[in-house]
């Protein structure tokens, strides 16, 4: 069965600080990849999707970036954080084909003090 | 026209009653619309989906009801309980030639409260 792995599960760092968040998704090949970040209360903003190794479209410009350097892993990052960056980050992945259903990790909880 | 307006944003219903969530869209590309569920601290879970070649799909307690016409679809929760407290997303997308997917365009939410 196929399994989706973010980390770490919450996070706070300073100001002005680098980021990495990594995802990892097992049991499936060639899947879809997704970043999204939900701010407190409000719905889920679409950062990032990959549809293989080094193809990355943003969908918000913003201090964020994000790279595929395999086929099952996905890494949001930030050279430097912004209080603006704060919020709950979520990892999905989706069959390349088929049925569209995304597949969510259970999330990272930024607080960027 | 790529947006999916979610309504209400907050809801508070008593156990045993029904729950209505509403989602309206204007992209009549749009050919698959999932509802997902979201409980605090964790990634949504997809709950139930639809095509538009149904009007209506149930899933035990829970119903999408689909009007094509109004370009309108509804989550309906049946015998509401508290353990159905959460965030609910509907969504939608478009299947792309070839049978690859589009990107979900998600609703805003609806924070669900079920009061015993």
């Known amino acids: 069965s196929q399994t989706i792995h973010q980390w770490p599960a919450t996070l706070v760092q300073p100001v002005g600080s680098p980021l990495s968040l990594e995802c990892t998704v097992e049991?499936?090949?060639?899947?879809?990849l997704y970043w999204y970040r939900q701010a407190a209360g409000r719905g889920l903003q679409l950062l990032f999707y990959s549809v293989g190794i080094g193809q990355i479209s943003s969908e918000v410009p913003q201090n964020l970036s994000a790279s595929r350097p395999q086929d099952r892993q996905f890494i949001l990052s930030s050279k430097k954080l912004l209080l603006s960056d704060s919020g709950f980050y979520l990892c999905?992945?989706?069959?390349?084909?088929?049925?569209?259903?995304?597949?969510f990790g259970a999330g990272t909880r930024l607080s960027v003090l | 026209q790529q947006q999916v307006k979610q309504s209400p944003q907050s809801l508070i219903v008593q156990k045993g009653g029904i729950s209505i969530i509403n989602c309206a869209y204007e992209?009549?590309?749009?050919?698959?619309f999932p509802w997902y569920q979201q409980f605090p601290g964790k990634g949504p879970a997809l709950l139930i989906a639809i095509r538009p070649d149904v009007s209506e799909k149930k899933e035990g307690r829970f119903t999408i009801s689909f009007n094509k016409s109004a370009k309108q679809f509804s989550l309906h929760i049946m015998d509401s309980q508290p353990g159905d407290s959460a965030t609910y997303f509907c969504?939608?997308?478009?299947?792309?030639?070839?049978?690859?997917?589009?990107?979900?365009?998600f609703g805003k939410g609806t924070k669900l409260s079920v009061k015993p």
């Open positions: 049991g499936t090949s060639n899947p879809n």
């Open positions: 992209n009549t590309a749009f050919d698959y």
């Open positions: 999905a992945w989706s069959p390349r084909t088929g049925k569209n259903i995304q597949y």
């Open positions: 969504a939608a997308s478009i299947t792309q030639t070839g049978g690859s997917q589009g990107n979900l365009i």
